[in-house]
């Protein structure tokens, strides 16, 4: 009898424990100070402020904060790029992204590491998620660029002129892949600004743009707080692309409102996993898992409301303790790592401050027992059960590894109660009847719906939201339609 067996089936033996395996950082050769990119070349500011890395607070290196005038500075210079741009021809344009795309690929362990370095997700999550999907995107818009008749049939698209673009700081550099191929392959110029906390993978992207020789102030990166962002959406840009918070993303929109200037915002998202009876249930604790623990459930589609039919709760959420028991939580740059470090310290007290309003509200908490390293911004994995729809944990984006379970008798209620949300971003269903996904994914108001898988992404297929998790797609030819104008 193996060891497993005599524990009584327990996924992996008490006190398991993997050595060390660090993936080194001296791959990536960082600068003490970075200034703007812009118009293909480093300016200088006023001011700085320091970046640091969410596992241990270490100061990586100081970032320039873009004033207004600065911003100004770059939407003139990416306006002054944009003709020349546009009137390349799409197979010119397709190049220069393809060479973005390979050269993405051959730098992608400097990438992966500085990003879990910046950002504290996982290196494995980094080299096997971010990057991948990053290269992918710049590929596949390049491979539109010289297509746009075909995308549109019947229509004229025309670029738009300048596109300013917001990114957060959950997936830097993937979320930058998402907005700046399909802008370019449509033919637009980009003024973009990475997330205070983040910048470091926007800026030796920067690197990448130099070495795939593209045209000076085409990519233009700004970097700099909130600040830096409204005054991109106040610059003269003809579009604003925004992904981040419901918040911030509503102030945005109340800010464009009458200007002309388009908008797409993919805003927060509290997704319901909803999970059958009849469903591979080992496979749903997998599925169960990775929609909220991946990325330390910093995703704004991350599954953090699970609803459990009531028939198998027991046995899901035993199985699901002994599988959070089995995450190991640390070093992000340990490719054993499976949770790594909040990403930031503001963050973390948003974390703690909702998971104290669960425990007052009355559920029941559970956290694996794991040791947190001492430095740097950490939070276990966390369930929470006997949770009523009214909770704040029930309600609220927690952006963090904390899970809510509800339950639910017939798929009527899950609807009803998978829809009880201001979001609607992305759902999940776990069952063996193909004929009940089709039924459930009609009735959830939620742009993607996964059947019997979650957080799958691929460059050719659109995401984004309803209600107050935003409008607008991003990914496949609908992630092209707001970058053009169609005559
Ligand atoms: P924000 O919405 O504040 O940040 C997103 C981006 O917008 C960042 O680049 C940010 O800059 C910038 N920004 C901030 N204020 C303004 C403004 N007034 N005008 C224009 N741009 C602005 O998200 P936070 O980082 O503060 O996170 C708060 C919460 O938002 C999280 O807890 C989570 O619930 C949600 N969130 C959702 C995300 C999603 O993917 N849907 C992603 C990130 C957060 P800076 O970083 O410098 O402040």
């Not at 085409?218 to 991109?232: E, K, S």
């Not at 109340?254 to 805003?267: D, I, N, P, V, W």
């Not at 959420?317 to 070093?331: E, P, Q």
């Not at 729809?389 to 008798?409: D, K, N």
Request: glycine share 10%.
């Amino acid at each position: 009898m193996t060891d497993v067996a005599k524990r009584g089936g327990a996924p992996v033996p008490a006190g398991w424990t993997y050595a060390p395996a660090p993936e080194s950082t001296d791959i990536v050769r960082l600068q003490e100070r970075y200034g703007l990119y812009v118009g293909g070349e480093w300016l200088e500011t006023k001011e700085h402020f320091t970046t640091v890395a969410p596992r241990d607070e270490s100061p990586l290196a100081e970032v320039a904060q873009a004033s207004a005038k600065d911003v100004k500075n770059a939407v003139a210079v990416a306006r002054d790029a944009s003709a020349g741009w546009a009137a390349l021809p799409g197979s010119e344009r397709a190049k220069y992204l393809f060479r973005i795309a390979r050269i993405l690929a051959e730098r992608s362990r400097e990438f992966a590491v500085l990003e879990s370095l910046n950002g504290g997700k996982p290196i494995k999550e980094s080299r096997d998620v971010d990057l991948p999907l990053a290269a992918a995107h710049f590929f596949y818009y390049a491979g539109w660029a010289d297509k746009l008749e075909y995308a549109f049939p019947n229509r004229t698209p025309k670029p738009l002129g300048v596109a300013g673009q917001i990114i957060p700081w959950n997936f830097p550099l993937l979320m930058l892949a998402w907005k700046i191929a399909p802008a370019l392959a449509a033919g637009n110029t980009v003024v973009l600004k990475p997330a205070e906390t983040t910048p470091l993978t926007a800026l030796l992207f920067c690197d990448v743009v130099r070495q795939a020789e593209l045209p000076p102030g085409v990519v233009n990166i700004v970097t700099g707080d909130g600040r830096t962002g409204a005054a991109l959406v106040d610059a003269d840009v003809d579009k604003i692309a925004f992904t981040g918070s419901t918040e911030v993303g509503k102030a945005i929109q109340r800010r464009l409102a009458g200007t002309g200037k388009k908008l797409t915002l993919e805003l927060g998202g509290k997704a319901a996993n909803i999970v059958f009876d009849d469903c591979a249930l080992d496979q749903a604790v997998e599925g169960i898992v990775n929609g909220i623990y991946f990325n330390q459930g910093h995703v704004c589609c991350a599954g953090s409301r699970l609803f459990v039919q009531e028939s198998i709760y027991e046995p899901v959420v035993d199985k699901l303790k002994k599988r959070m028991a089995t995450l190991r939580v640390g070093d992000p740059l340990d490719k054993n790592t499976d949770v790594g470090a909040i990403n930031s310290r503001m963050q973390l007290e948003k974390i703690e401050e909702l998971v104290a309003a669960g425990k007052d509200e009355g559920a029941e908490i559970y956290q694996p027992p794991c040791v947190l390293p001492e430095r740097g911004y950490w939070f276990a994995p966390t369930v929470f059960t006997n949770v009523a729809q009214s909770y704040r944990i029930a309600q609220e984006e927690i952006f963090g590894p904390v899970l809510s379970v509800l339950t639910f008798r017939t798929p009527e209620e899950a609807v009803e109660k998978a829809n009880n949300t201001p979001y609607g971003l992305s759902a999940g269903v776990w069952t063996e009847k193909g004929s009940r996904i089709l039924w459930m994914a009609e009735r959830l108001r939620a742009g993607v719906v996964w059947a019997n898988t979650f957080n799958r992404f691929d460059p050719t297929s659109p995401f984004g939201g309803y209600k107050e998790s935003g409008f607008g797609r991003e990914g496949g030819l609908h992630g092209m339609e707001p970058y053009v104008e169609l005559t």
